[in-house]
């Protein structure tokens, strides 16, 4: 019946990972260190709120921008947290994760052939999700010797007459690299050069470690040309609540709030409520997860390098990159001997863009003990390469 | 070195070896171990304990909560007489609270016999003691931050997620 099917949704290939999640889903024994969300439940206080919701009976369509309340909790968040202003009715929009908010913007603003700039190794959707909407994926490849980090000469060189939006995702999955306040500055005059608009996956700003999290919109002379995106996945362990939100300009607002309404209507009521609680009494929830993920970094990335798994210490989110390459495999036979010699699961770099080749993906969103025991059995496995 | 991220990460898992908090604290291990002995003698670490769930061990024992009220005496205040009731090893808590009595204290015995004969007999005479009130402890749920009823934590994720 695939001749039924649109022909560019034909040639978007399934995500690489979803092989290797039906590979470790029919072992026994796993330790997978495969995971994309934090290990923590959502805190009490937040579920008592939704409970409350549907008991109380909060359970009808909120306006398509979202609850009042929340978006008032959300601006009120980023001039808190990262000393950023915007106007609650007018510049936001909830949304049903981050990831409704990539693809509404790549839809409100990319006309067919407009380049969108991506730095890989980065999260699987963002590349597809620009294709879907017509456009055209401009990849610069960050490297290791960098901290992964994007260089103003890098961007620079990826710009041509077509290029509309730069889309950056720091702190980064998978290669948890930061941004700095220096490091964005350099970027800034050749952003107003050429007038991109900008695109910042914020979801993982809780979660920065050593240096504290800049939102690239703290640069007055271009903010608005930023588009935020953040949510309560990461920060407050929601991640099946499936709710998220956008920053941009009231112009753009307007326009993207048509696809949201037609397409959405709104996120699930019950999650804006626990939403609600959240932002205003989650503060030390975000600096609880944040401490416990900073432990286990610094644990991982100390045991890996023992095990002569060599990475730099990761500066956000929660996972490490390290390379692969001295082993001679590829980042798919390493992840699937590892799976099938030891039963330990972690994603082939490769998944997330073609420079991630010779690199794997490592979560520490487990417990010490869980660590633990991976890094015993990937000790047992690096062994054979007799580094 | 982080003091403060050295104990609490030693409150919630007394047993966790050196290497690796010296791994988690991004410290080398002859340090970490240093600043524990330190905190030993600074006596900011007192002890190491584990939480028990005696029901589950086949083991009865009780436990009771007794509102103590007490009269200070004028030289030595309160702490006078709550060193006369510590002293009991027979007490494994004890403070001094704001509120209807002076006294909170935790004791543990093999019977309800042996709590009651217990403030009989050695607390309620104590000079200065002028009211008990025992709560006993039927049914514990969270100890130290655990919740000693609960199933061991599954992973509730997916194997493998972006």
Known sequence: MSKYVNETIKKIAPSGIRKFFDLANQMEDVVSLGVGEPDFETPWHIR????????????????????????????????????????????????????????????????????????????????PLVTLAGGVSKIIELKEEHQFKLLPEQLEA?????????????????????????????????IKKHDLLVLSDEIYAELSYDQTFVSIASFEEIKNQVIILNGFSKAYAMTGWRLGYLLAPRDIVTHMIKIHQYGIMCPSTISQYAAVEALKYGDNDCKMHKDSF???????????????????????AFYVFPSIKNTGLSSEEFAERLLQEQRVAVVPGSAFGTCGQGYIRISYAYSLNQLKEAIKRMERFMQQFNL | MDE?????????????SVRDLADVLNESESDVLDQISKLEQQQIICGYHTVINWDKAHNETVSALIEVGATPSKETGYDAIAEKIYRYPEVTTMYLMSGKSEFIVVINGKTMRQVADFVAQKLAPIEGVHRTETYFVLKQYKVEGVVVLSKPNEDKRLIVTP
């Open chain 1, 294 to 316: 900073e432990a286990r970094r610094n644990f991982l990335v100390n045991n890996l390098n023992r095990i002569g798994l060599t990475c730099h210490m990761p500066q956000g």
């Open chain 2, 4 to 16: 403060i991220k050295l104990l609490k990460l030693i409150e919630k898992d007394a047993r966790i």
């Open chain 1, 158 to 190: 990826a710009i041509t007459d077509k290029t509309k939006i730069l889309f950056l995702n720091f702190p980064s999955n998978p290669t948890g690299g930061i941004m700095t306040y220096e490091d964005y500055k350099a970027l800034i005059p050749i």
């Open chain 1, 48 to 127: 008592q709120e939704a409970i409350y919701a549907i008991e109380h009976g909060y359970t009808f369509y909120t306006s398509n921008r979202g609850l009042d309340a929340l978006r008032q909790e959300i601006c009120k968040y980023y001039q808190r947290r990262f000393s950023l202003s915007y106007n609650w009715k007018e510049e936001v929009i909830v949304t049903v994760g981050a990831s409704e908010g990539i693809d509404l913007t790549f839809r409100t603003i990319l006309n067919p052939q407009d380049e969108v700039i991506l730095l890989q190794p980065s999260y699987v959707a963002y590349e």
